[in-house]
């Protein structure tokens, strides 16, 4: 007997032609059909037997979920109709308009400086001099990672990127943050030794890592790190930091009270592995920093040599306030989230 396929594997898609012989019913009912050696037979031709009609609504079934997944009728961020296909129900412009930040930044936390005349509390002319541009609260209190990046502004379609993962498991947005963070880390390549970088995921708690059924952050790490695979300079350690504790919610608090909150939050499982090397540090979104610079602070104290920190978004100083009001509606997602 011959087993009917209706639809097969992505790539049978991919040729115009496979395009032109489908019907226009987007359920791939009336369809050509494909054998299992791929030769096309007509589907209302395959005899009488009523098990063939069964196999056939069945692969019909099966091809409706596939067609859904390969080709969502619309973009998720703006609505449009999707033309590509993709396996992220993003559109081409969407995606595009997802901009790395530009302008004077603080060239350790990455935060923008509003003037640039930010840092003119020293001496310029030695600020200048040094190449280094520090916020306020960088010249105050030096962070324990040497430096931080992230692609874009966390606004936007960007987040809505994140949250699309996030919030709605939508796994393959994770390959096109792990290319934004891939870009963001080159900014740190001149910093790093030539020795191997450790990269850290900043983890979930096990119960919140069990709800969602993935870890975000490790998910992009992966991603960014296949595209950087050529010299082999990054190792991936998923599972080098533990997060021990659940933290409340940081909304509210003063920077104190978020760092004092998170403190203790996270354990190095492994110290043998830490000793004498450089990490860096990955997470979805910097938004105070209170997160990675905990994790970096009990990185630094097992030994490690210098930490570093990339993220795919951050928070920048003229959007603190709707960072406010989003950290409050991702609480909110997910709380609807985890039911
Ligand atoms: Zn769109
Ligand atoms: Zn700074």
Redesign the pocket.
Known sequence: MTVLIASGPMHRYTTKDSFSQSSPSPTGRGRNVFSSKGTPIRASGTGAAGQDTHLLSWASGIAAGLFATLFPSDCRLCGSPLINISRLPVCVECLAAMRPIAGG???????RLISPFAFAAEPVQSAVESGET??????RLE?PYIK?TAYGSYDGGLRELIHLLKYNGVRPAANVLGRMLAEAVEDLQPHFSDTEVLVVPVPLHARKARQRGFNQSELIARAAIKLKTAGGHFQLSANLLERSRETTSQIGLSRHQRRENIRGAFRVTKPDEVRGREVLVVDDVFTT?TTVSECARILRRAGASRVYVGTVARTLKTEAQSAIRDSETEIRLAMAAAG
């Open positions: 930044l603080c060239s350790i936390c990455g935060e520090r916020c306020g609260l960088c010249r962070p931080a920093g």
